[in-house]
């Protein structure tokens, strides 16, 4: 029984966390670029499991009591997503976003940090995913069988990470074109630019 409710966690948490997402885009780009992939990695990693443990502990029904916070996060997430959005096109534009590029204008861990933390914690939708979903679909569960699913849903989130982000390099060979990169980054621009039309338009509920 645990193990199925470990699994039934995992497939649960897979299935959100995998969906092209802000954060992938980002994680994607920090791995292909091999800069600062640890930490990257595990902000992601340790902040969905911080946040899927608060869910299921019952702290997902504050998030639905604060309706105010999530718009703030809302409208604060969109103004980071089009600001990003804005650099990635400029990189697509000049061209700068290639391997030598990247080699040439180090970021800094601290600059990958902020990044990572805001593209995390901006998306009002990481708390409806985590905390009020997968919080609510645990209640199905009792006593051990609700942390099993717990621990199921945030070996998604460490294993979907940690390949993403050093499974990038194997795409190296692509990227070494720096058209490759023009393109990822004005893909990257378009789709930054969608979440934040849809953070606008859409009301979260």
């Given at each position: 029984?645990?193990s199925a409710a470990?699994?039934?966690g995992?497939?649960?948490?897979?299935?959100?966390?995998i969906?092209?997402g802000a954060?992938?885009?980002?994680?994607l780009?920090?791995?292909?670029?091999?800069?600062?992939?640890g930490?990257?990695?595990?902000?992601c990693?340790?902040?969905?499991?911080?946040?899927?443990?608060?869910?299921?502990?019952?702290?997902?029904a504050?998030?639905?009591?604060?309706?105010?916070?999530?718009?703030?996060?809302?409208?604060?997430?969109?103004?980071?997503l089009?600001?990003?959005?804005?650099?990635?096109?400029?990189?697509?534009?000049?061209?700068?976003?290639?391997l030598?590029?990247?080699?040439?204008?180090?970021?800094?861990l601290?600059?990958?940090?902020?990044?990572?933390?805001?593209?995390?914690?901006l998306?009002p939708?990481?708390?409806?995913?985590?905390?009020?979903?997968?919080?609510?679909?645990?209640?199905?569960?009792?006593?051990?069988?609700?942390?099993?699913?717990?621990?199921g849903?945030?070996l998604?989130?460490?294993v979907w990470?940690?390949s993403?982000?050093?499974?990038?390099?194997?795409?190296?060979?692509?990227?070494?074109?720096?058209?490759a990169?023009?393109?990822?980054?004005?893909?990257i621009?378009?789709?930054?630019?969608?979440l934040?039309?849809?953070?606008?338009?859409?009301?979260?509920g």
């Open positions: 029984m645990l470990a699994f039934a995992f497939l649960a948490s897979a299935g959100l966390i969906a092209i954060q992938n885009a980002f994680v780009r920090q791995g292909l670029a091999r800069r600062h992939v930490p990257v990695v595990a902000i990693a340790f902040s969905d499991i911080a946040l899927i443990l608060a869910g299921v502990a019952g702290i997902g504050l998030v639905q009591a604060w309706p105010t916070l999530l718009q703030v996060l809302r409208f604060g997430g969109a103004a980071f089009g600001v990003y959005g804005f650099l990635a096109a400029r990189r697509a534009w000049q061209g700068s976003g290639g030598a590029a990247c080699n040439a204008q180090q970021q800094t601290r600059t990958a940090v902020l990044t990572c933390l805001a593209f995390t914690f998306n939708h990481v708390y409806l995913d985590t905390m009020v979903l997968l919080g609510s679909l645990s209640t199905r569960y009792d006593g051990d069988l609700r942390w099993a699913f717990a621990i849903a945030c998604a989130s460490v990470f940690a993403l982000g050093f499974g990038a390099r194997l795409l190296q060979p692509v990227f070494r074109n720096p058209r990169w023009r393109v990822l980054d004005g893909g621009a378009l789709f930054m630019w969608a934040c039309l849809m953070l606008l338009l859409q009301p979260l």
